[in-house]
């Protein structure tokens, strides 16, 4: 087999690779997580992974609850990314987004 042969070969194979990488890391970070309670779902929901173990950051405790829900259900663009995605499409109901905003405030404490 010619080397000019397996170049084609070699990008093609890498190009699928990553084809199928983006598709598993794209599915596996859009798995819906059913809510027991705020702190599994803090955790499970991979909400921690943007706010911090003791939601430090990207969290303003101080703005008033429905703008918080509103945040929580809808999404919120941030000046950089990553955004905030929208949790009324997953599932979470407005009282459990109040649910979600104590326990991260309680975190906070």
Request: hydrophobic content about 35%; glycine content about 6%.
């Amino acid at each position: 087999m010619r080397i000019t042969n397996l170049k084609p070969a070699g990008v093609i194979t890498c190009t699928l690779v990553l084809v199928a990488m983006v598709f598993l890391v794209s599915s596996s970070a859009q798995t819906d997580v059913k809510f027991t309670d705020a702190a599994s779902y803090y955790k499970d929901g991979k909400c921690v992974v943007c706010h911090g173990q003791k939601a430090e950051k990207k969290f303003d405790g101080d703005k008033k609850e429905e703008e918080l829900v509103e945040t929580m259900m809808k999404g919120k663009k941030a000046e950089k990314p990553p955004n905030m995605p929208g949790y009324e499409a997953k599932g979470l109901t407005p009282d459990q987004a109040k649910a979600m905003i104590a326990y991260m405030k309680s975190l906070k404490q």
